[in-house]
């Protein structure tokens, strides 16, 4: 009944849903307590502890070109971009602290940071902290963790200018 009435204000708020949408909604309205529309195949229920043993995964799920400062590219940058990606899926959560690959956390509330807007505002709101690894001297990778993915935002061969 709750749902019901949450889904006849999102109807009325956004006019643009089809109906193959608003069908999707009745439908999780109408599941029983406990129940989800996610098969089990593809829902995740790894505990922090059983994801800590299993290696990084690099996900590009929100990378944005648009955001990268690109120099141009020379054959041993790129050589050295893959290596450390690379790194990343031979480590595990517990190893990647100490692998060197964490250059700097930045995190979204602080003023310091307040440079990386253009990163923090590609990600979702939830995500607090932003990690930098470095490649070839000033190039940098900027990427946030979700579980044991590393999630890449942007690559960048030539660090940005920015004033801390």
């Known amino acids: 009944m709750k749902w019901q009435k949450v889904i006849k204000k999102l109807k009325n708020k956004i006019p643009f ?16 307590s ?28 929100y990378y944005n070109e648009s955001i990268c400062v690109f120099d141009p590219i020379n ?5 050295s971009v893959f290596r450390k990606l ?7 959560l517990n190893k990647l602290p100490n692998s060197g690959l964490i250059r700097c956390k930045m995190n979204r509330k ?3 940071y307040k440079s990386y807007n253009s990163l923090f ?4 709101e ?12 000033e190039g940098r990778i900027f990427w946030f963790k979700i579980k044991n993915n590393i999630q890449i935002i ?7 200018n920015i004033n801390l």
């Open 126 to 137: 939830e995500i607090e902290n932003i990690y930098e690894t470095e490649f070839s001297g």
């Open 121 to 124: 505002a590609s990600i979702p």
């Open 154 to 160: 942007s690559i960048e061969t030539k660090h940005r």
């Open 110 to 112: 602080k003023k310091q």
């Open 75 to 79: 054959s041993s940058k790129a050589v």
């Open 34 to 61: 406990g129940k989800s529309l996610i098969p089990d195949s593809i829902a995740s229920t790894d505990k922090k502890e059983e994801l800590q043993d299993k290696n990084l995964v690099v996900r590009f799920d």
């Open 86 to 92: 690379q790194k990343f899926t031979s480590l595990t």
């Open 17 to 32: 849903w089809n109906s193959l949408q608003i069908k999707q909604l009745n439908q999780i309205a109408d599941l029983p």
